[in-house]
């Protein structure tokens, strides 16, 4: 089954080849004003079955079928061993492509995707064709020979596809035999169609389908760093003064980016980055820099289809998402992550990140219900709020000794510390619902999980 494949090749073929004999007429003669009346010749391939022509004559002997009419079938079909090339043959294209408007859909002058094109060497084949003309006198039959025999004077050619790239669209048509009738000098009443035939040749190619390889750009290079025997090399140690091993990335334009969400805004290299590991939205305060010319550097992306690629500097966690152009805003890019590459939470879900000595139940907060649960990014102690009321106080007017990063959860009547990190903390991850961010716990304090800045080297856009 894995062989399968069906293109309709030799059905294309026979389509055009129809389609030559699809304007003929034939006079009926003329009106009150001496014009000819024209009409136009049937033309359909012969293939039916005894359930279909005992349809076209109403079920019965007796009825005749309407004339004028042509019908093609195909008589033969040889396979042409003098056209035989290489079998093993495998021809190379490099095919780049244009791009195209995202909005309008239109072809623009940039250049869009690029493709590798392997196409095998077609099979040659000959296809023996005849063409009957039902007619019903001799002055039809007359007509329809003028107008056919001089269009294969010495041949026609055809085309199968408009696929620049199918070498096996193009064909001829040779006129090889001309039979008058089938008919002998009639005796008595006899049928009064005649059928004239005309028997063609045409040589196609059938072709297996081909092979298009998308062309990408190198995104890592792996190095071996041992020798034949099993040493690691000494230009691959790490050296105290050189730092040979190490690693070092590079990006073309220099730049970093900064990803907000589903905002991607680009950043010189070096530039001011401000609130990158806070719990605010990450931001900078550079002049806005435009994608578009800095896309257009390497080519084009494709809306919704171009993929970007994240690498964090810390756990080397890659996040992966498509990409598309801000159709309000240049400088912005609309980022699609793949939430399978989002980390995945390790902690329930926190209703908000508070800080206790500004924000409470009921002041600036709704009031303490089962199952509320906040990250403070300070102590609660015995901190008072606003007119000096106490609000994080339990029932029994206890204050719940939490720290600086704990997540805390009321049951009801006292605030419990549901989780304290820690410098020896393994990566932890929540949700914070009503930003929507993820955090994550990286030993010294809570910082968004994936968005934030990256910097050159950390990100990369296949277009």
């Known amino acids: 089954m894995g062989q399968y494949f069906y293109d309709k090749q030799i059905r294309r073929f026979m389509n055009q080849f129809i389609r ?8 009926f003669g003329k009106d009150s004003n001496g014009n000819s009346i024209l009409s136009r010749v049937p033309v359909r391939y012969a293939d039916t079955n005894r359930q279909v022509s005992a349809i076209l004559k ?12 042509m019908v093609c079938y195909i008589k033969e079909v040889d396979y042409d061993r003098q056209r035989i090339q290489e079998p093993k043959y495998v021809d190379n294209k490099s095919v780049r492509s244009r791009a195209t408007d995202p909005l309008t859909g239109n072809v623009t002058t940039q250049q869009g995707q690029n493709y590798t094109l392997k196409r095998l060497m077609p099979a040659p084949y000959k296809l023996t064709v005849v063409v009957e003309l039902w007619t019903s006198n001799f002055d039809q039959k007359c007509q329809l020979l003028e107008q056919i025999g001089c269009m294969f004077n010495p041949d026609m050619e055809l085309q199968s596809s408009q696929n620049y790239y199918d070498w096996s669209s193009l064909s001829y048509i040779l006129l090889n035999n001309f039979n008058w009738t089938t008919r002998s000098i009639p005796v008595g009443a006899d049928d009064p169609i005649d059928v004239a035939t005309f028997t063609f040749e045409m040589p196609i190619w059938l072709s297996t389908p ?21 040493q690691p090399l000494s230009t691959a140690i790490q050296d105290a003064v050189n730092d040979l091993g190490s690693r ?13 969400g589903e905002n991607v805004t680009l950043t010189p290299q070096g530039g001011p980055i401000l609130n990158n590991t806070t719990f605010s939205d990450p931001s900078t305060n550079t002049a806005p820099i435009e994608w578009p010319p800095v896309i257009s550097l390497f080519g084009n992306i494709a809306n919704n289809y171009s993929m970007m690629y994240l690498t964090n500097a810390t756990t080397e966690r890659l996040i992966t998402g498509t990409v598309a152009y801000d159709p309000n805003n240049l400088a912005n890019l609309k980022f699609n992550v793949d939430p399978a590459t989002i980390p995945t939470n390790i902690l329930p879900s926190i209703n908000a990140i508070v800080d206790p000595r500004v924000n409470g139940p009921t002041i600036g907060l709704p ?29 029994d007017s206890s204050i719940t000794p939490a ?15 549901s989780y304290r990190p820690n410098a020896t903390s393994n990566a932890s991850y929540v949700t914070n619902t009503f930003s929507s961010h993820q955090y994550a716990w990286n030993g010294a304090q809570w910082v968004k999980s994936w968005e934030g800045y990256y910097s050159a080297g950390l990100w990369s856009i296949v277009i």
């Open 210 to 230: 081909a092979k298009i390889l998308r062309l990408g750009i190198i995104q890592s290079v792996v190095s071996n760093t041992y020798d034949a025997n099993g």
């Open 58 to 69: 109403n079920n019965s002997d007796t009825t005749t079928l309407n004339v004028p009419m």
């Open 367 to 395: 009031a303490a219900s089962t199952g509320q649960r906040y990250l403070i990014v300070n102590p609660l102690g015995n901190a008072s709020i606003g007119n000096g009321a106490i609000v994080w106080q339990n029932t």
């Open 248 to 260: 070092q990335y590079f990006t073309p334009t220099g730049y970093g980016v900064i990803v907000n």
């Open 403 to 417: 720290l600086t990063n704990d997540i805390i959860q009321y049951d009801g009547s006292k605030w419990n510390i």
């Open 20 to 27: 030559i004999f699809d304007e003929m007429y034939v006079e």
